[in-house]
């Protein structure tokens, strides 16, 4: 039972090109969330999705990141025209739905995606 | 306001020793989880143990568990016999509302370091 799967690992960009991030979430798991960690800090969230549908992107950023959950295929997080400040780690997560109250509701996190623009 | 702060950049303990990781949060909310990750130099995160907010027991997992004093807003992590490979940091993370989703706020961190 694979868990969270992330890739790539790492991933290099110049100034200005696109950077797309995969996540496939574990098995049964339909329920996908996209963080961010900026060096030698704390897990920031930026989106939440179920299939084909954003709940909540109150955490993205308005301009250049996008994210979509397709009905088939993994969760793309999309960073257009990079910068060096979109340089940090993007960690996706996955969970069971409908997670409330009680054991066995939490989310279980990829391995990251780590960035860096040059 | 920070909802979830951890006041110890970096601890350290000595091999087979007990040590206790503190957190504590801020939340008007009756219902909410409490949870703590590990995340070792290779980055991934590794989820520990978790809290309900309704949870009567505090929480154990094998060597991990959560001292959860809700009237004072604390859920300290206490890892028992500690291992060299215990040493990463780690997060507290809390969610808030019933049956919501894993919209987590993550602290800043502790990092330990298990000396032999």
């Known amino acids: 039972n694979a868990g969270v799967m992330q890739n790539p690992r790492h991933l290099v960009r110049r100034r200005g090109q696109e950077a797309r991030l995969r996540c496939s979430p574990m098995?049964?798991?339909?329920?996908v969330y996209w963080y961010r960690q900026l060096p030698e800090e704390g897990l920031k969230f930026m989106v939440y999705?179920?299939?084909?549908?954003?709940?909540?992107e109150s955490g993205m950023p308005k301009e250049r990141f996008s994210a979509e959950f397709p009905k088939e295929g993994p969760s793309i997080l999309r960073i257009q025209q990079v910068v060096r400040g979109d340089s940090a780690a993007y960690f996706c997560?996955?969970?069971?739905?409908?997670?409330?109250?009680?054991?066995?509701?939490?989310?279980?996190f990829g391995q990251g995606t780590r960035l860096t623009v040059v | 306001a920070q909802k979830i702060t951890q006041t110890q950049p970096g601890m350290f303990v000595q091999e087979k020793e007990a040590v206790t990781l503190d957190c504590t949060y801020d939340?008007?909310?009756?219902?909410?989880?409490l949870f703590w990750y590990k995340q070792p130099s290779s980055g991934e995160m590794i989820f520990l143990i978790y809290?309900?907010?309704?949870?009567?027991q505090n929480a154990t997992e094998g060597r991990y568990s959560l001292n959860f004093q809700k009237a004072r807003k604390s859920a300290n992590l206490v890892i028992s016999a500690s291992q060299l490979g215990d040493s990463a940091m780690y997060f507290c993370?809390?969610?808030?509302?019933?049956?919501?989703?894993?919209?987590?706020?993550f602290g800043a961190g502790t990092r330990l370091a298990v000396h032999p």
């Open positions: 997560a996955s969970s069971l739905k409908p997670p409330g109250q009680g054991p066995n509701t939490e989310a279980f």
């Open positions: 098995k049964g798991h339909s329920h």
């Open positions: 999705l179920q299939k084909e549908n954003i709940i909540d």
């Open positions: 939340t008007s909310d009756p219902s909410y989880g």
């Open positions: 809290q309900g907010s309704y949870d009567q």
């Open positions: 993370a809390m969610r808030e509302g019933n049956g919501g989703y894993n919209k987590l706020i």
